[in-house]
């Protein structure tokens, strides 16, 4: 649906009154491992005295995420499926993706966009979604930002997520109607940014990579500094962060051959490194959390700052 057209109250008021069936709400929450709620509870002293703060626990499990005062207000899964699904009706999007990690201290949402076909040599097309996280620990409010897949090798690239924080965020004290204004703001902004990142897209991939493109991305990614001599490299650098650049070098090369010499081949060269190679901790959910808000997407936005044109 095109909403440029209407005003914000009526898009508002048209997200409002939709309609979302419990049971389709249900069906995606246990679909995700998200059909479980948040307990604010008040804390009281060993004698029994109530203090000002309440502890939010994971009803399920019993986790602990953290302590808040009294004006704090919880943000469900069932709100977050159900504010994802009303905003998909207005915007045209498609929720395709949900999870968790840190045990359920965030939570997010994913909302398919469009498909853009034949990027590069071999005729990449991406997926581009939004990104919706909520915090339950308190470190953040409802936050939204762009998440681009290409389909070929399944590397995704995630960006907006660390300035959403400061901006246009839907606060955790606010109605559902001002997290509706707030998230349609914010995934119109970024819709309209998508369309600017597709377009340097496809120039990277009309650009050849030179050598010193390929040695200012292989330092940013791994500190090392390729140019030096391999006794260097020895004095220079841990065993570690030697063996990080061979993979890094061989992830380069990998997509390179799939999608030729270019920005774009060196690009996906790093986000295929990123999404399936760079070590995490073993926990599940490790590696969606560092391409998310972790290290993983600090390094691909460092990768294509360097490489956009």
Not at 37 to 57: H, I, M
Request: aromatic letters at 6%; glycine letters at 8%.
């Amino acid at each position: 649906m095109n909403i440029q057209n209407q005003t914000a109250d009526q898009i508002i008021n048209e997200a409002l009154s939709a309609k979302i069936s419990i049971g389709k709400i249900e069906s995606v929450l246990q679909s995700f491992g998200l059909d479980w709620k948040v307990l604010k509870e008040q804390l009281t002293r060993p004698g029994g005295e109530k203090t000002p703060f309440y502890g939010l626990t994971r009803q399920d499990t019993g986790k602990v995420f953290a302590t808040c005062k009294e004006e704090y207000s919880v943000f469900q899964n069932h709100e977050l499926a159900e504010l994802c699904y009303l905003i998909a009706g207005v915007t045209g999007s498609e929720l395709v993706n949900a999870g968790l990690f840190n045990g359920g201290a965030d939570v997010y949402f994913q909302l398919k966009l469009d498909s853009v076909k034949g990027i590069g040599k071999n005729n990449d097309t991406i997926e581009t979604m939004v990104t919706g996280i909520n915090a339950h620990d308190t470190t953040r409010s409802l936050s939204w930002g762009n998440s681009d897949t290409v389909i070929s090798c399944a590397n995704t690239f995630n960006r907006a997520l660390g300035q959403i924080k400061h901006q246009n965020k839907a606060r955790h004290t606010g109605s559902m109607r001002d997290k509706i204004e707030s998230s349609i703001m914010r995934i119109e902004e970024l819709r309209r940014l998508e369309e600017e990142v597709i377009g340097n897209y496809m120039r990277m991939a009309e650009v050849p990579a030179k050598r010193e493109n390929l040695i200012e991305v292989v330092k940013a990614v791994t500190t090392v500094d390729m140019t030096l001599s391999a006794d260097e490299l020895r004095r220079n650098y841990t065993t570690y962060n030697l063996d990080r650049m061979s993979e890094l070098l061989d992830a380069i090369g990998h997509e390179i051959n799939q999608k030729g010499e270019t920005l774009w081949g060196l690009f996906n060269g790093v986000t295929y490194y990123t999404q399936h190679i760079m070590p995490v901790s073993k926990s599940l959910d490790a590696r969606v959390e560092s391409k998310l808000i972790g290290k993983a997407s600090l390094l691909d936005s460092k990768a294509y700052e360097l490489l956009s044109v």
